[in-house]
């Protein structure tokens, strides 16, 4: 019988890929320390940059008035990010499994042209502490489409603390991406971080729609 190149790829994911790839800061780690630096703070949200990195490399922590399983339901309900999430113009997800799934997304930016990529996402939890993790897993995805911009590489976590006796969620956000083509990377360093307080701000909104 004849085993697809795709199938082979699932397989290989699923036995590699569980976790690694995404930074996870430990909680108890300033992320000053690892060589970040704070750029904004708003919405209650603040927003730091690494210092060094040559791709777009951003962290963010802040609050949300509700327990950690359902921020990290909000989270991981892919499906829902297309007009609730700002520059979301697609979010499907194509595969699950217990404690990962696969999407697709296609983002509408400013000024530069659209961008697309898959990812390959995971969850758990380290004790009363929980996490997701995600990267590119682009061959898992769909094909490229004209005019949409292929992101080869993007990773990130979000880490989720339970705060006032398990009434609200401390959230760590961090990741990293190059975002390809024709874009100098001075340029999209600069600008990396600006909108995820409104990313926090999206979340808030869902969580208490919930």
């Not at 108890?28 to 927003?47: C, H, M, P, R, S």
């Not at 008035?65 to 991981?76: I, K, Q, T």
């Not at 829902?80 to 296609?106: D, F």
Request: charged residues 20%.
């Amino acid at each position: 019988m004849r085993i697809g190149t795709k199938v082979i790829i699932w397989t290989v994911f699923m036995i590699v890929l569980p976790v690694s790839g995404a930074e996870l800061t430990p909680l108890d780690e300033n992320l000053n320390g690892v060589g970040f630096e704070k750029i904004a703070y708003k919405y209650g949200v603040t927003v730091y940059k690494h210092k060094t990195s040559d791709n777009i490399r951003v962290a963010a922590e802040g609050t949300i008035a509700a327990p950690p399983d359902l921020v990290r339901a909000v989270l991981l309900d892919y499906a829902s990010q297309k007009g609730n999430i700002a520059r979301v113009s697609e979010s499907v997800v194509l595969k699950n499994g217990p404690g990962w799934i696969v999407v697709y997304q296609h983002l509408n930016l400013p000024i530069i042209s659209d961008r697309d990529f898959t990812l390959y996402v995971t969850w758990g939890a380290d004790g009363e502490n929980q996490w997701i993790v995600y990267r590119t897993a682009n061959s898992l995805g769909l094909e490229e489409r004209d005019g949409i911009v292929r992101v080869p590489f993007h990773h990130g976590s979000w880490q989720l603390v339970p705060l006032a006796s398990g009434k609200a969620t401390r959230l760590r956000f961090q990741a990293q991406l190059d975002l390809a083509g024709w874009l100098p990377k001075w340029l999209a360093r600069s600008n990396a971080g600006r909108e995820v307080p409104d990313l926090f701000a999206s979340i808030r909104k869902l969580v208490a729609a919930r």
